[in-house]
């Protein structure tokens, strides 16, 4: 599963020079903990987040793990923190975004939200804004029901890996794969494997793959060069 197939393309943005009263005003609104600042043309230049805000209300003086080391390069001269005094959402904003393209694997959106402590990601293409996937999106896709998960395994199998379907067959128990069956090749078997535990909602793969041609010695062999005359 990509990130187009979980983002959300109704997204609520911030101009840079919106007035930072405005924008907190207009996130309690609408439910949200924080959304993307792009401008006119639609280019993402940053992401304002209830954390911003809040970090202009209590100052530098309170621990807020991450972010203080993240908002570290925005210090003024004399050591006080810009984002303290500002004024607009350009001023409040974190810079650069962390941003993810819809091509990529949900696997990466996870990783990335939980190696840079962020809740959501623009998603950007062609360096414009089309999307957005939050955390709540990915609890929804690893909670989906084993005819979901199948469905998807079915499609790694028969359109990313071009396996004939009638070669494997997969079972699904609470999140629990079973895959058995013959493929061509060993590395066939490997790659249903590694591919079926990155699906969403794929708690175990339990692989159980033959393959006609055991081919890790091809795959291994390093070809010699001819020496240079």
Known sequence: MLVR????????????????????????????SGAP???A??????????????????GVGVEHGKLLSRLAAVTT?????????????GEAMTSPAIIVRPSAAVAVAART??????????????????????????VRAFSRSDDE???????VV??????????VAVTVTEGHVRVTGTVDTRTDAELVAAFASRVPGVVEVQCE?????????????????????
């Open 5 to 32: 197939d979980l983002m959300s393309t109704a997204v609520r943005t911030f101009h840079p020079s919106m007035p930072l009263r405005e924008a907190a005003s207009a996130l309690v609104a609408n439910g949200i």
């Open 77 to 89: 001269d004399d050591g006080s923190s810009a984002k303290q005094s500002a004024r607009t959402v």
């Open 41 to 58: 043309d639609g280019q993402v230049v940053g992401v304002l987040s209830a954390s911003d805000i809040l970090f202009k209300e209590v």
């Open 209 to 229: 793959l033959d393959w006609r041609e055991d081919d890790l010695q091809r795959r291994l062999r390093v070809p010699v060069l001819p020496s240079a005359l």
């Open 113 to 138: 939200m939980t190696e840079c402590n962020v809740n959501r990601l623009p998603v950007v293409l062609d360096g414009r804004l089309v999307g957005i996937i939050a955390r709540s999106d990915l």
């Open 37 to 39: 600042v792009c401008t």
């Open 149 to 155: 998960i199948c469905a998807d395994l079915d499609e």
């Open 158 to 167: 028969q359109r990313e890996l071009w396996i004939p379907r009638e070669y």
